[in-house]
């Protein structure tokens, strides 16, 4: 199982397989997002579920990168206009009630301000043996908090060209780039891996709400779109074999990764760019 830790998913969405989810904002049993479509970002959560897990071979939408895999939803922010509404005890209770209810993948598509609580529950959560992979954020500036702490996943975006997404890439949008690691030294944070995260094809909220008319957007991105890219590929490694470390799995996901920057790791890039196929052989 894969927890979306996001704004819900949309709980009737033909191309998802769930499982019983969390809203830590409401404390109620569903992880549903919060409103049908009152606010555009609510659909955030549907659109990094689909990247994870939408299911293959139904004759309709898309396929994730592990289509196999069951999504928790579990419901820790909302929109409310154009503002993002987020408290850290959301947050905390989001992460330890997935971890407590069976969730091997912990996807993270955002980041927030310091916070030793949060810390402390994101410590819990790897003693627990959990995968967590967190964005490094989409300001073309340094890797922000819980990505920069130790032991979870750090990911940002690759362009179409296959280069760090930042505001001259090759897809032309100037409005954002994907953060990275600003010191050569090492002194900070950087990726560990980047992935896609230029118009992606994902689930949107149903019907008339969420990011366009139908079920389904095609341009969603960010570091938000990265994130359940590699999420999905942790989940696979696990599906392949059970007992795999959180550690074990970064390694491999990084080990495996094209380099597409500099010779080796770089503060861009990190290990290079997310590859499904060769995580998935160097596993026994």
Known sequence: ????IDTGVDLAHEDLSLVSGYD????????????????????????????????????????GVAPGVRVMPVRV?????????FEFEWAIDGIQWAVDHGAHVLSNSWHSLESSDLTYTISYA?????????????????????ASL??????????????????????ADPFWGSNYGQRADLSDRWPDVVAPGVMIFTT??????GYNMGNYTALFGGTSAAVPHVAGVAA???SRNPSLTPEEVRRHIMQSADDIGRHGPDQSTGAGRLNAHQALRAIR
């Open 1 to 4: 199982m894969v927890a979306v």
């Open 236 to 238: 696979l490694l696990l």
């Open 204 to 209: 949107d909220m149903t019907g008339r709400c």
């Open 150 to 171: 130790p032991g979870v996943i750090a990911v940002g975006a690759s362009s179409p060209c296959d280069t760090r997404k930042s505001p001259r890439s090759c897809d």
């Open 77 to 85: 922010m909302y929109m409310s206009g154009a503002h993002l509404i």
């Open 24 to 63: 830590a904002v409401h404390f109620e049993t569903d992880g549903g997002p919060s409103s049908r479509g009152a606010a555009r970002g609510d659909a955030h959560g549907t659109a990094c579920a689909g990247i994870v897990a939408a299911i293959r071979d139904n004759g309709m939408g898309v396929a």
């Open 126 to 146: 790897l003693r627990e043996n959990r995968v967590l992979v967190f964005a490094t954020g989409n300001g073309n500036s340094s890797v922000k908090f819980p």
